[in-house]
């Protein structure tokens, strides 16, 4: 018989039918209350043993994080905190769990343990609602993009170009490695490797999607991205998520209104349903910062922070009113945000984009026409700029707790212009005569951006470091799963 998905049960009437349960126990308590999870849930479901009529041997074999099959009825459930239960009439150990071995053990562990155990976490509370909500959010993002007409395109995971990002790029050879050809010196020899020329894993699909945007309209990727981040930080992983629209026809401020809106319907679309798993990563988030001191807690609980999200314009600046408000701060005694002073022309860090919108504007902001030294290549410059002063129409989406959560541009359409650009920077034209071609046959102003999904994963779930928001994380020395 079909068993039936716990969070089914938890809200079904206790019409004492008889269902099968299937699931994994999380504790087991005076030899007669399983709570039982099946992941669908964060919630367990208690299981009533009839302890006088199970053999010994059987309940014995009942511990934590041991597989069962349990058939019995739904009933009222007297006990606090729980509508419903299940009276146990049959039990089935399908997989046994050693409770002396069995490493997440029903208490809080820490969240470096859980990394180091990575293939068991999501076995945790925490660890299932962030899964569960990261697997809405991508739900969400397709849904997005699908009612309004844009197509999902699959840009390579190979790539043959590396205009955009030189010294983070992962180098693709072919197996089996001691037969890869070599030059005298002893390196690869990529001209007569299996793709005739070196290649490397994607940093980012724009490139390619640009070149379908400008004959589907509206496109978007979202695939795996690779950058050899040497960095370390909360917020760099070396393989990561991305998803990135481009759009026929958008000006940067259209790129702007889309990136928002888009932001807001995915998460109001995963907050609506989620309420179970983010009440308790609030909640967790609560406990955490009783350590801390009243200063350093934060102001607004999760849930508060997603709805002030959801309710409030992104606040628009330019570069240039952004620099100047660093630099007319006060440092600040908060450790955090003590290098506030800053030149026109530098980069933000990412203590400047979080005192931004974190003590300054206190929301999300959308930063706009930097500086053109400092963004690639394919940013449409601004018209009339002061010389030395030049501006790209580039704009990045600063959240609180994260920094840059979007990176984004209307990108330079005009031919000419672009190989100018390019010739200035050394990027070999040759190698980019493809993308070249969209500005040589019916090009047209467009833009589109990048948004890191796990720097989304880590806003909903009020996590604080990215390691924690994806199955299996890759960052330097750590490949282990
Ligand atoms: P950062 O300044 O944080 O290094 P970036 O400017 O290098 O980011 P972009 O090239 O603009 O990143 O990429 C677009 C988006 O992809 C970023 O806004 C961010 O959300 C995400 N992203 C970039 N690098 C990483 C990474 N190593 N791990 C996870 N997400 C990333
Ligand atoms: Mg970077
Ligand atoms: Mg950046
Ligand atoms: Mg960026």
Not at 123 to 129: L, Q, V
Not at 155 to 175: C, N, Y
Request: with cysteine; proline share 4%.
């Amino acid at each position: 018989k079909k068993h039936t998905k716990v969070n089914e049960l938890l809200t079904a009437t206790p019409i004492l039918t008889e269902v099968t349960v299937k699931g994994w126990v999380r504790t087991f308590r005076n030899n007669q209350f399983i709570a039982l999870n099946d992941g669908s849930t964060i919630n367990n479901i208690q299981c009533v043993v009839d302890f006088e009529n199970t053999p010994e041997e059987t309940l014995k074999r009942i511990t934590t994080g041991s597989a069962v099959s349990l058939i019995g009825t739904l009933t009222e459930s007297k006990g606090a905190g729980q509508r419903v239960e299940i009276q146990v009439s049959k039990i089935e150990i399908l997989g046994d769990s050693d409770a002396e071995k069995y490493p997440m053990q029903p208490k809080k562990h820490s969240l470096e343990f859980l990394r180091e155990n990575a293939h068991l976490r999501v076995r945790t509370n925490a660890f299932g609602a962030i899964m569960r909500v990261r697997s809405t959010l991508s739900f969400a993002v397709h849904q997005y993009f699908q009612e309004r007409g844009f197509y999902y395109v699959n840009t390579p995971i190979i790539t043959g170009s590396d205009a955009e990002g030189a010294g983070e790029m992962f180098k693709v050879t072919a197996l089996p490695f001691d037969n890869t050809p070599r030059t005298e010196e002893g390196n690869v020899n990529y001209k007569e490797d299996f793709f005739g020329k070196e290649t490397n894993l994607t940093v980012s699909g724009q490139l390619e999607a640009e070149t379908y945007a400008m004959a589907l309209g509206q496109v978007y990727t979202f695939g795996p991205t690779f950058r050899a981040e040497n960095s370390n930080t909360s917020r760099h992983l070396a393989e990561f998520w991305m998803i990135e629209p481009e759009v026929a026809f958008n000006e940067l401020a259209d790129n702007m209104d889309l990136a928002e809106d888009f932001i807001k319907y995915v998460i109001k679309y995963t907050v609506e349903k989620h309420e179970d798993d983010l009440k308790f990563l609030e909640q967790r988030l609560l406990d955490e910062e009783k350590n801390k001191p009243q200063a350093e807690r934060s102001e607004m609980s999760l849930l508060e922070k997603l709805n002030f999200v959801l309710e409030n314009n992104f606040k628009r600046v330019t570069y240039t009113e952004a620099i100047d408000i660093l630099r007319n701060s006060k440092p600040n005694k908060n450790k955090k945000f003590q290098y506030l002073i800053e030149e026109w022309g530098a980069d933000l860090q990412s203590e400047h984009e979080r005192f931004l919108v974190e003590k300054h504007f206190k929301c999300p902001v959308i930063l706009y026409d930097y500086p053109a030294k400092i963004k690639a290549f394919y940013m449409r410059l601004n018209d009339n700029t002061e010389p030395g002063k030049e501006t790209v129409r580039a704009m990045d989406i600063l959240f609180p707790g994260i920094g840059e959560i979007v990176g984004g541009s209307q990108r330079e359409e005009r031919h000419d212009v672009l190989v100018e650009k390019m010739k200035a920077l050394g990027i070999d034209e040759e190698e980019l005569w493809w993308y070249l071609d969209t500005r040589r046959f019916g090009t047209a102003v467009h833009s589109g951006f990048g948004l890191g999904f796990e720097r989304l994963v880590l806003f909903v779930t009020g996590m604080t470091n990215i390691r924690d928001v994806i199955p299996f994380p890759r960052t330097p020395q750590n490949a282990e799963f």
